[in-house]
């Protein structure tokens, strides 16, 4: 019930189900102490949403997460499942994603605009991140991550690229920096385990101020 727009709310130890996110809202916790299920939930923000220092259990449903949001912040997270991403600024900062199933990603950029990753480390089976949308480009950077595969999925790097669909000029900047991927198979078109344009050539990818497509 504090949960209110534009107000700040520290939470107590314990596991919470999220059933509204109003705008403008922030949500501070203690770790992994703190745990708020958000499952096959797609919320209509229409603002910011901050959430710091929680434990986010997700679903693997596609299209899930905070929609129709200005910016997104998550600092200090466990992010767990595949959330979708939909803000026009999205920063997560120091989160770990967890993700035990080869059929998923720890993460979609899907509807975001700006999207970075700063000093995050994703845990996954084999698919970590998708950089995908049916008509609009995104600027997606990677800054001090560390990507683990616990087993590797044939043709599936790290970062997933599919910019097949983008229409008119539309592309994606992606900008990838002092990131490091482990145990991840060579991408079916890049032959890299770090990234992989599957589909598409709509992209601009730059690796540590080197320019390695578009």
């Not at 189900?17 to 299920?37: Q, R, S, W, Y």
């Amino acid at each position: 019930a504090a949960l209110k727009a534009n107000a700040k709310v520290y939470l107590a130890n314990g596991e919470y189900t999220l059933a509204t996110f109003p705008a403008g809202a922030t949500i501070v916790g203690n770790g992994d102490n703190v745990t708020l299920n958000v499952q096959n939930k797609a919320f209509g923000v229409h603002g910011d949403v901050t959430i710091e220092n929680v434990k986010l259990v997700f679903s693997n449903t596609n299209y899930c997460g905070f929609q129709h949001t200005n910016t997104e912040y998550y600092k200090n997270c466990t992010i767990v499942g595949q959330p979708f991403l939909y803000g026009n600024n999205v920063t997560l900062e120091g989160c770990t994603f967890e993700q035990t199933s080869s059929d998923a990603y720890n993460v979609w950029t899907y509807g975001a605009n700006n999207v970075t990753f700063k000093n995050c480390k994703f845990n996954s089976a084999g698919k970590s991140v998708l950089i995908y949308h049916e008509n609009k480009g995104q600027n997606v950077t990677f800054e001090g991550c560390e990507l683990i595969a616990s087993t590797p999925v044939e043709g599936k790097a790290a970062i997933e690229i599919d910019s097949s669909l983008l229409k008119n000029e539309n592309k994606y900047t992606i900008v990838i920096n002092g990131t490091t991927a482990n145990g991840f198979a060579n991408g079916n078109v890049s032959g890299n385990p770090l990234w992989n344009q599957k589909k598409g050539q709509k992209s601009t990818i730059t690796i540590d101020g080197v320019k390695v497509a578009g």
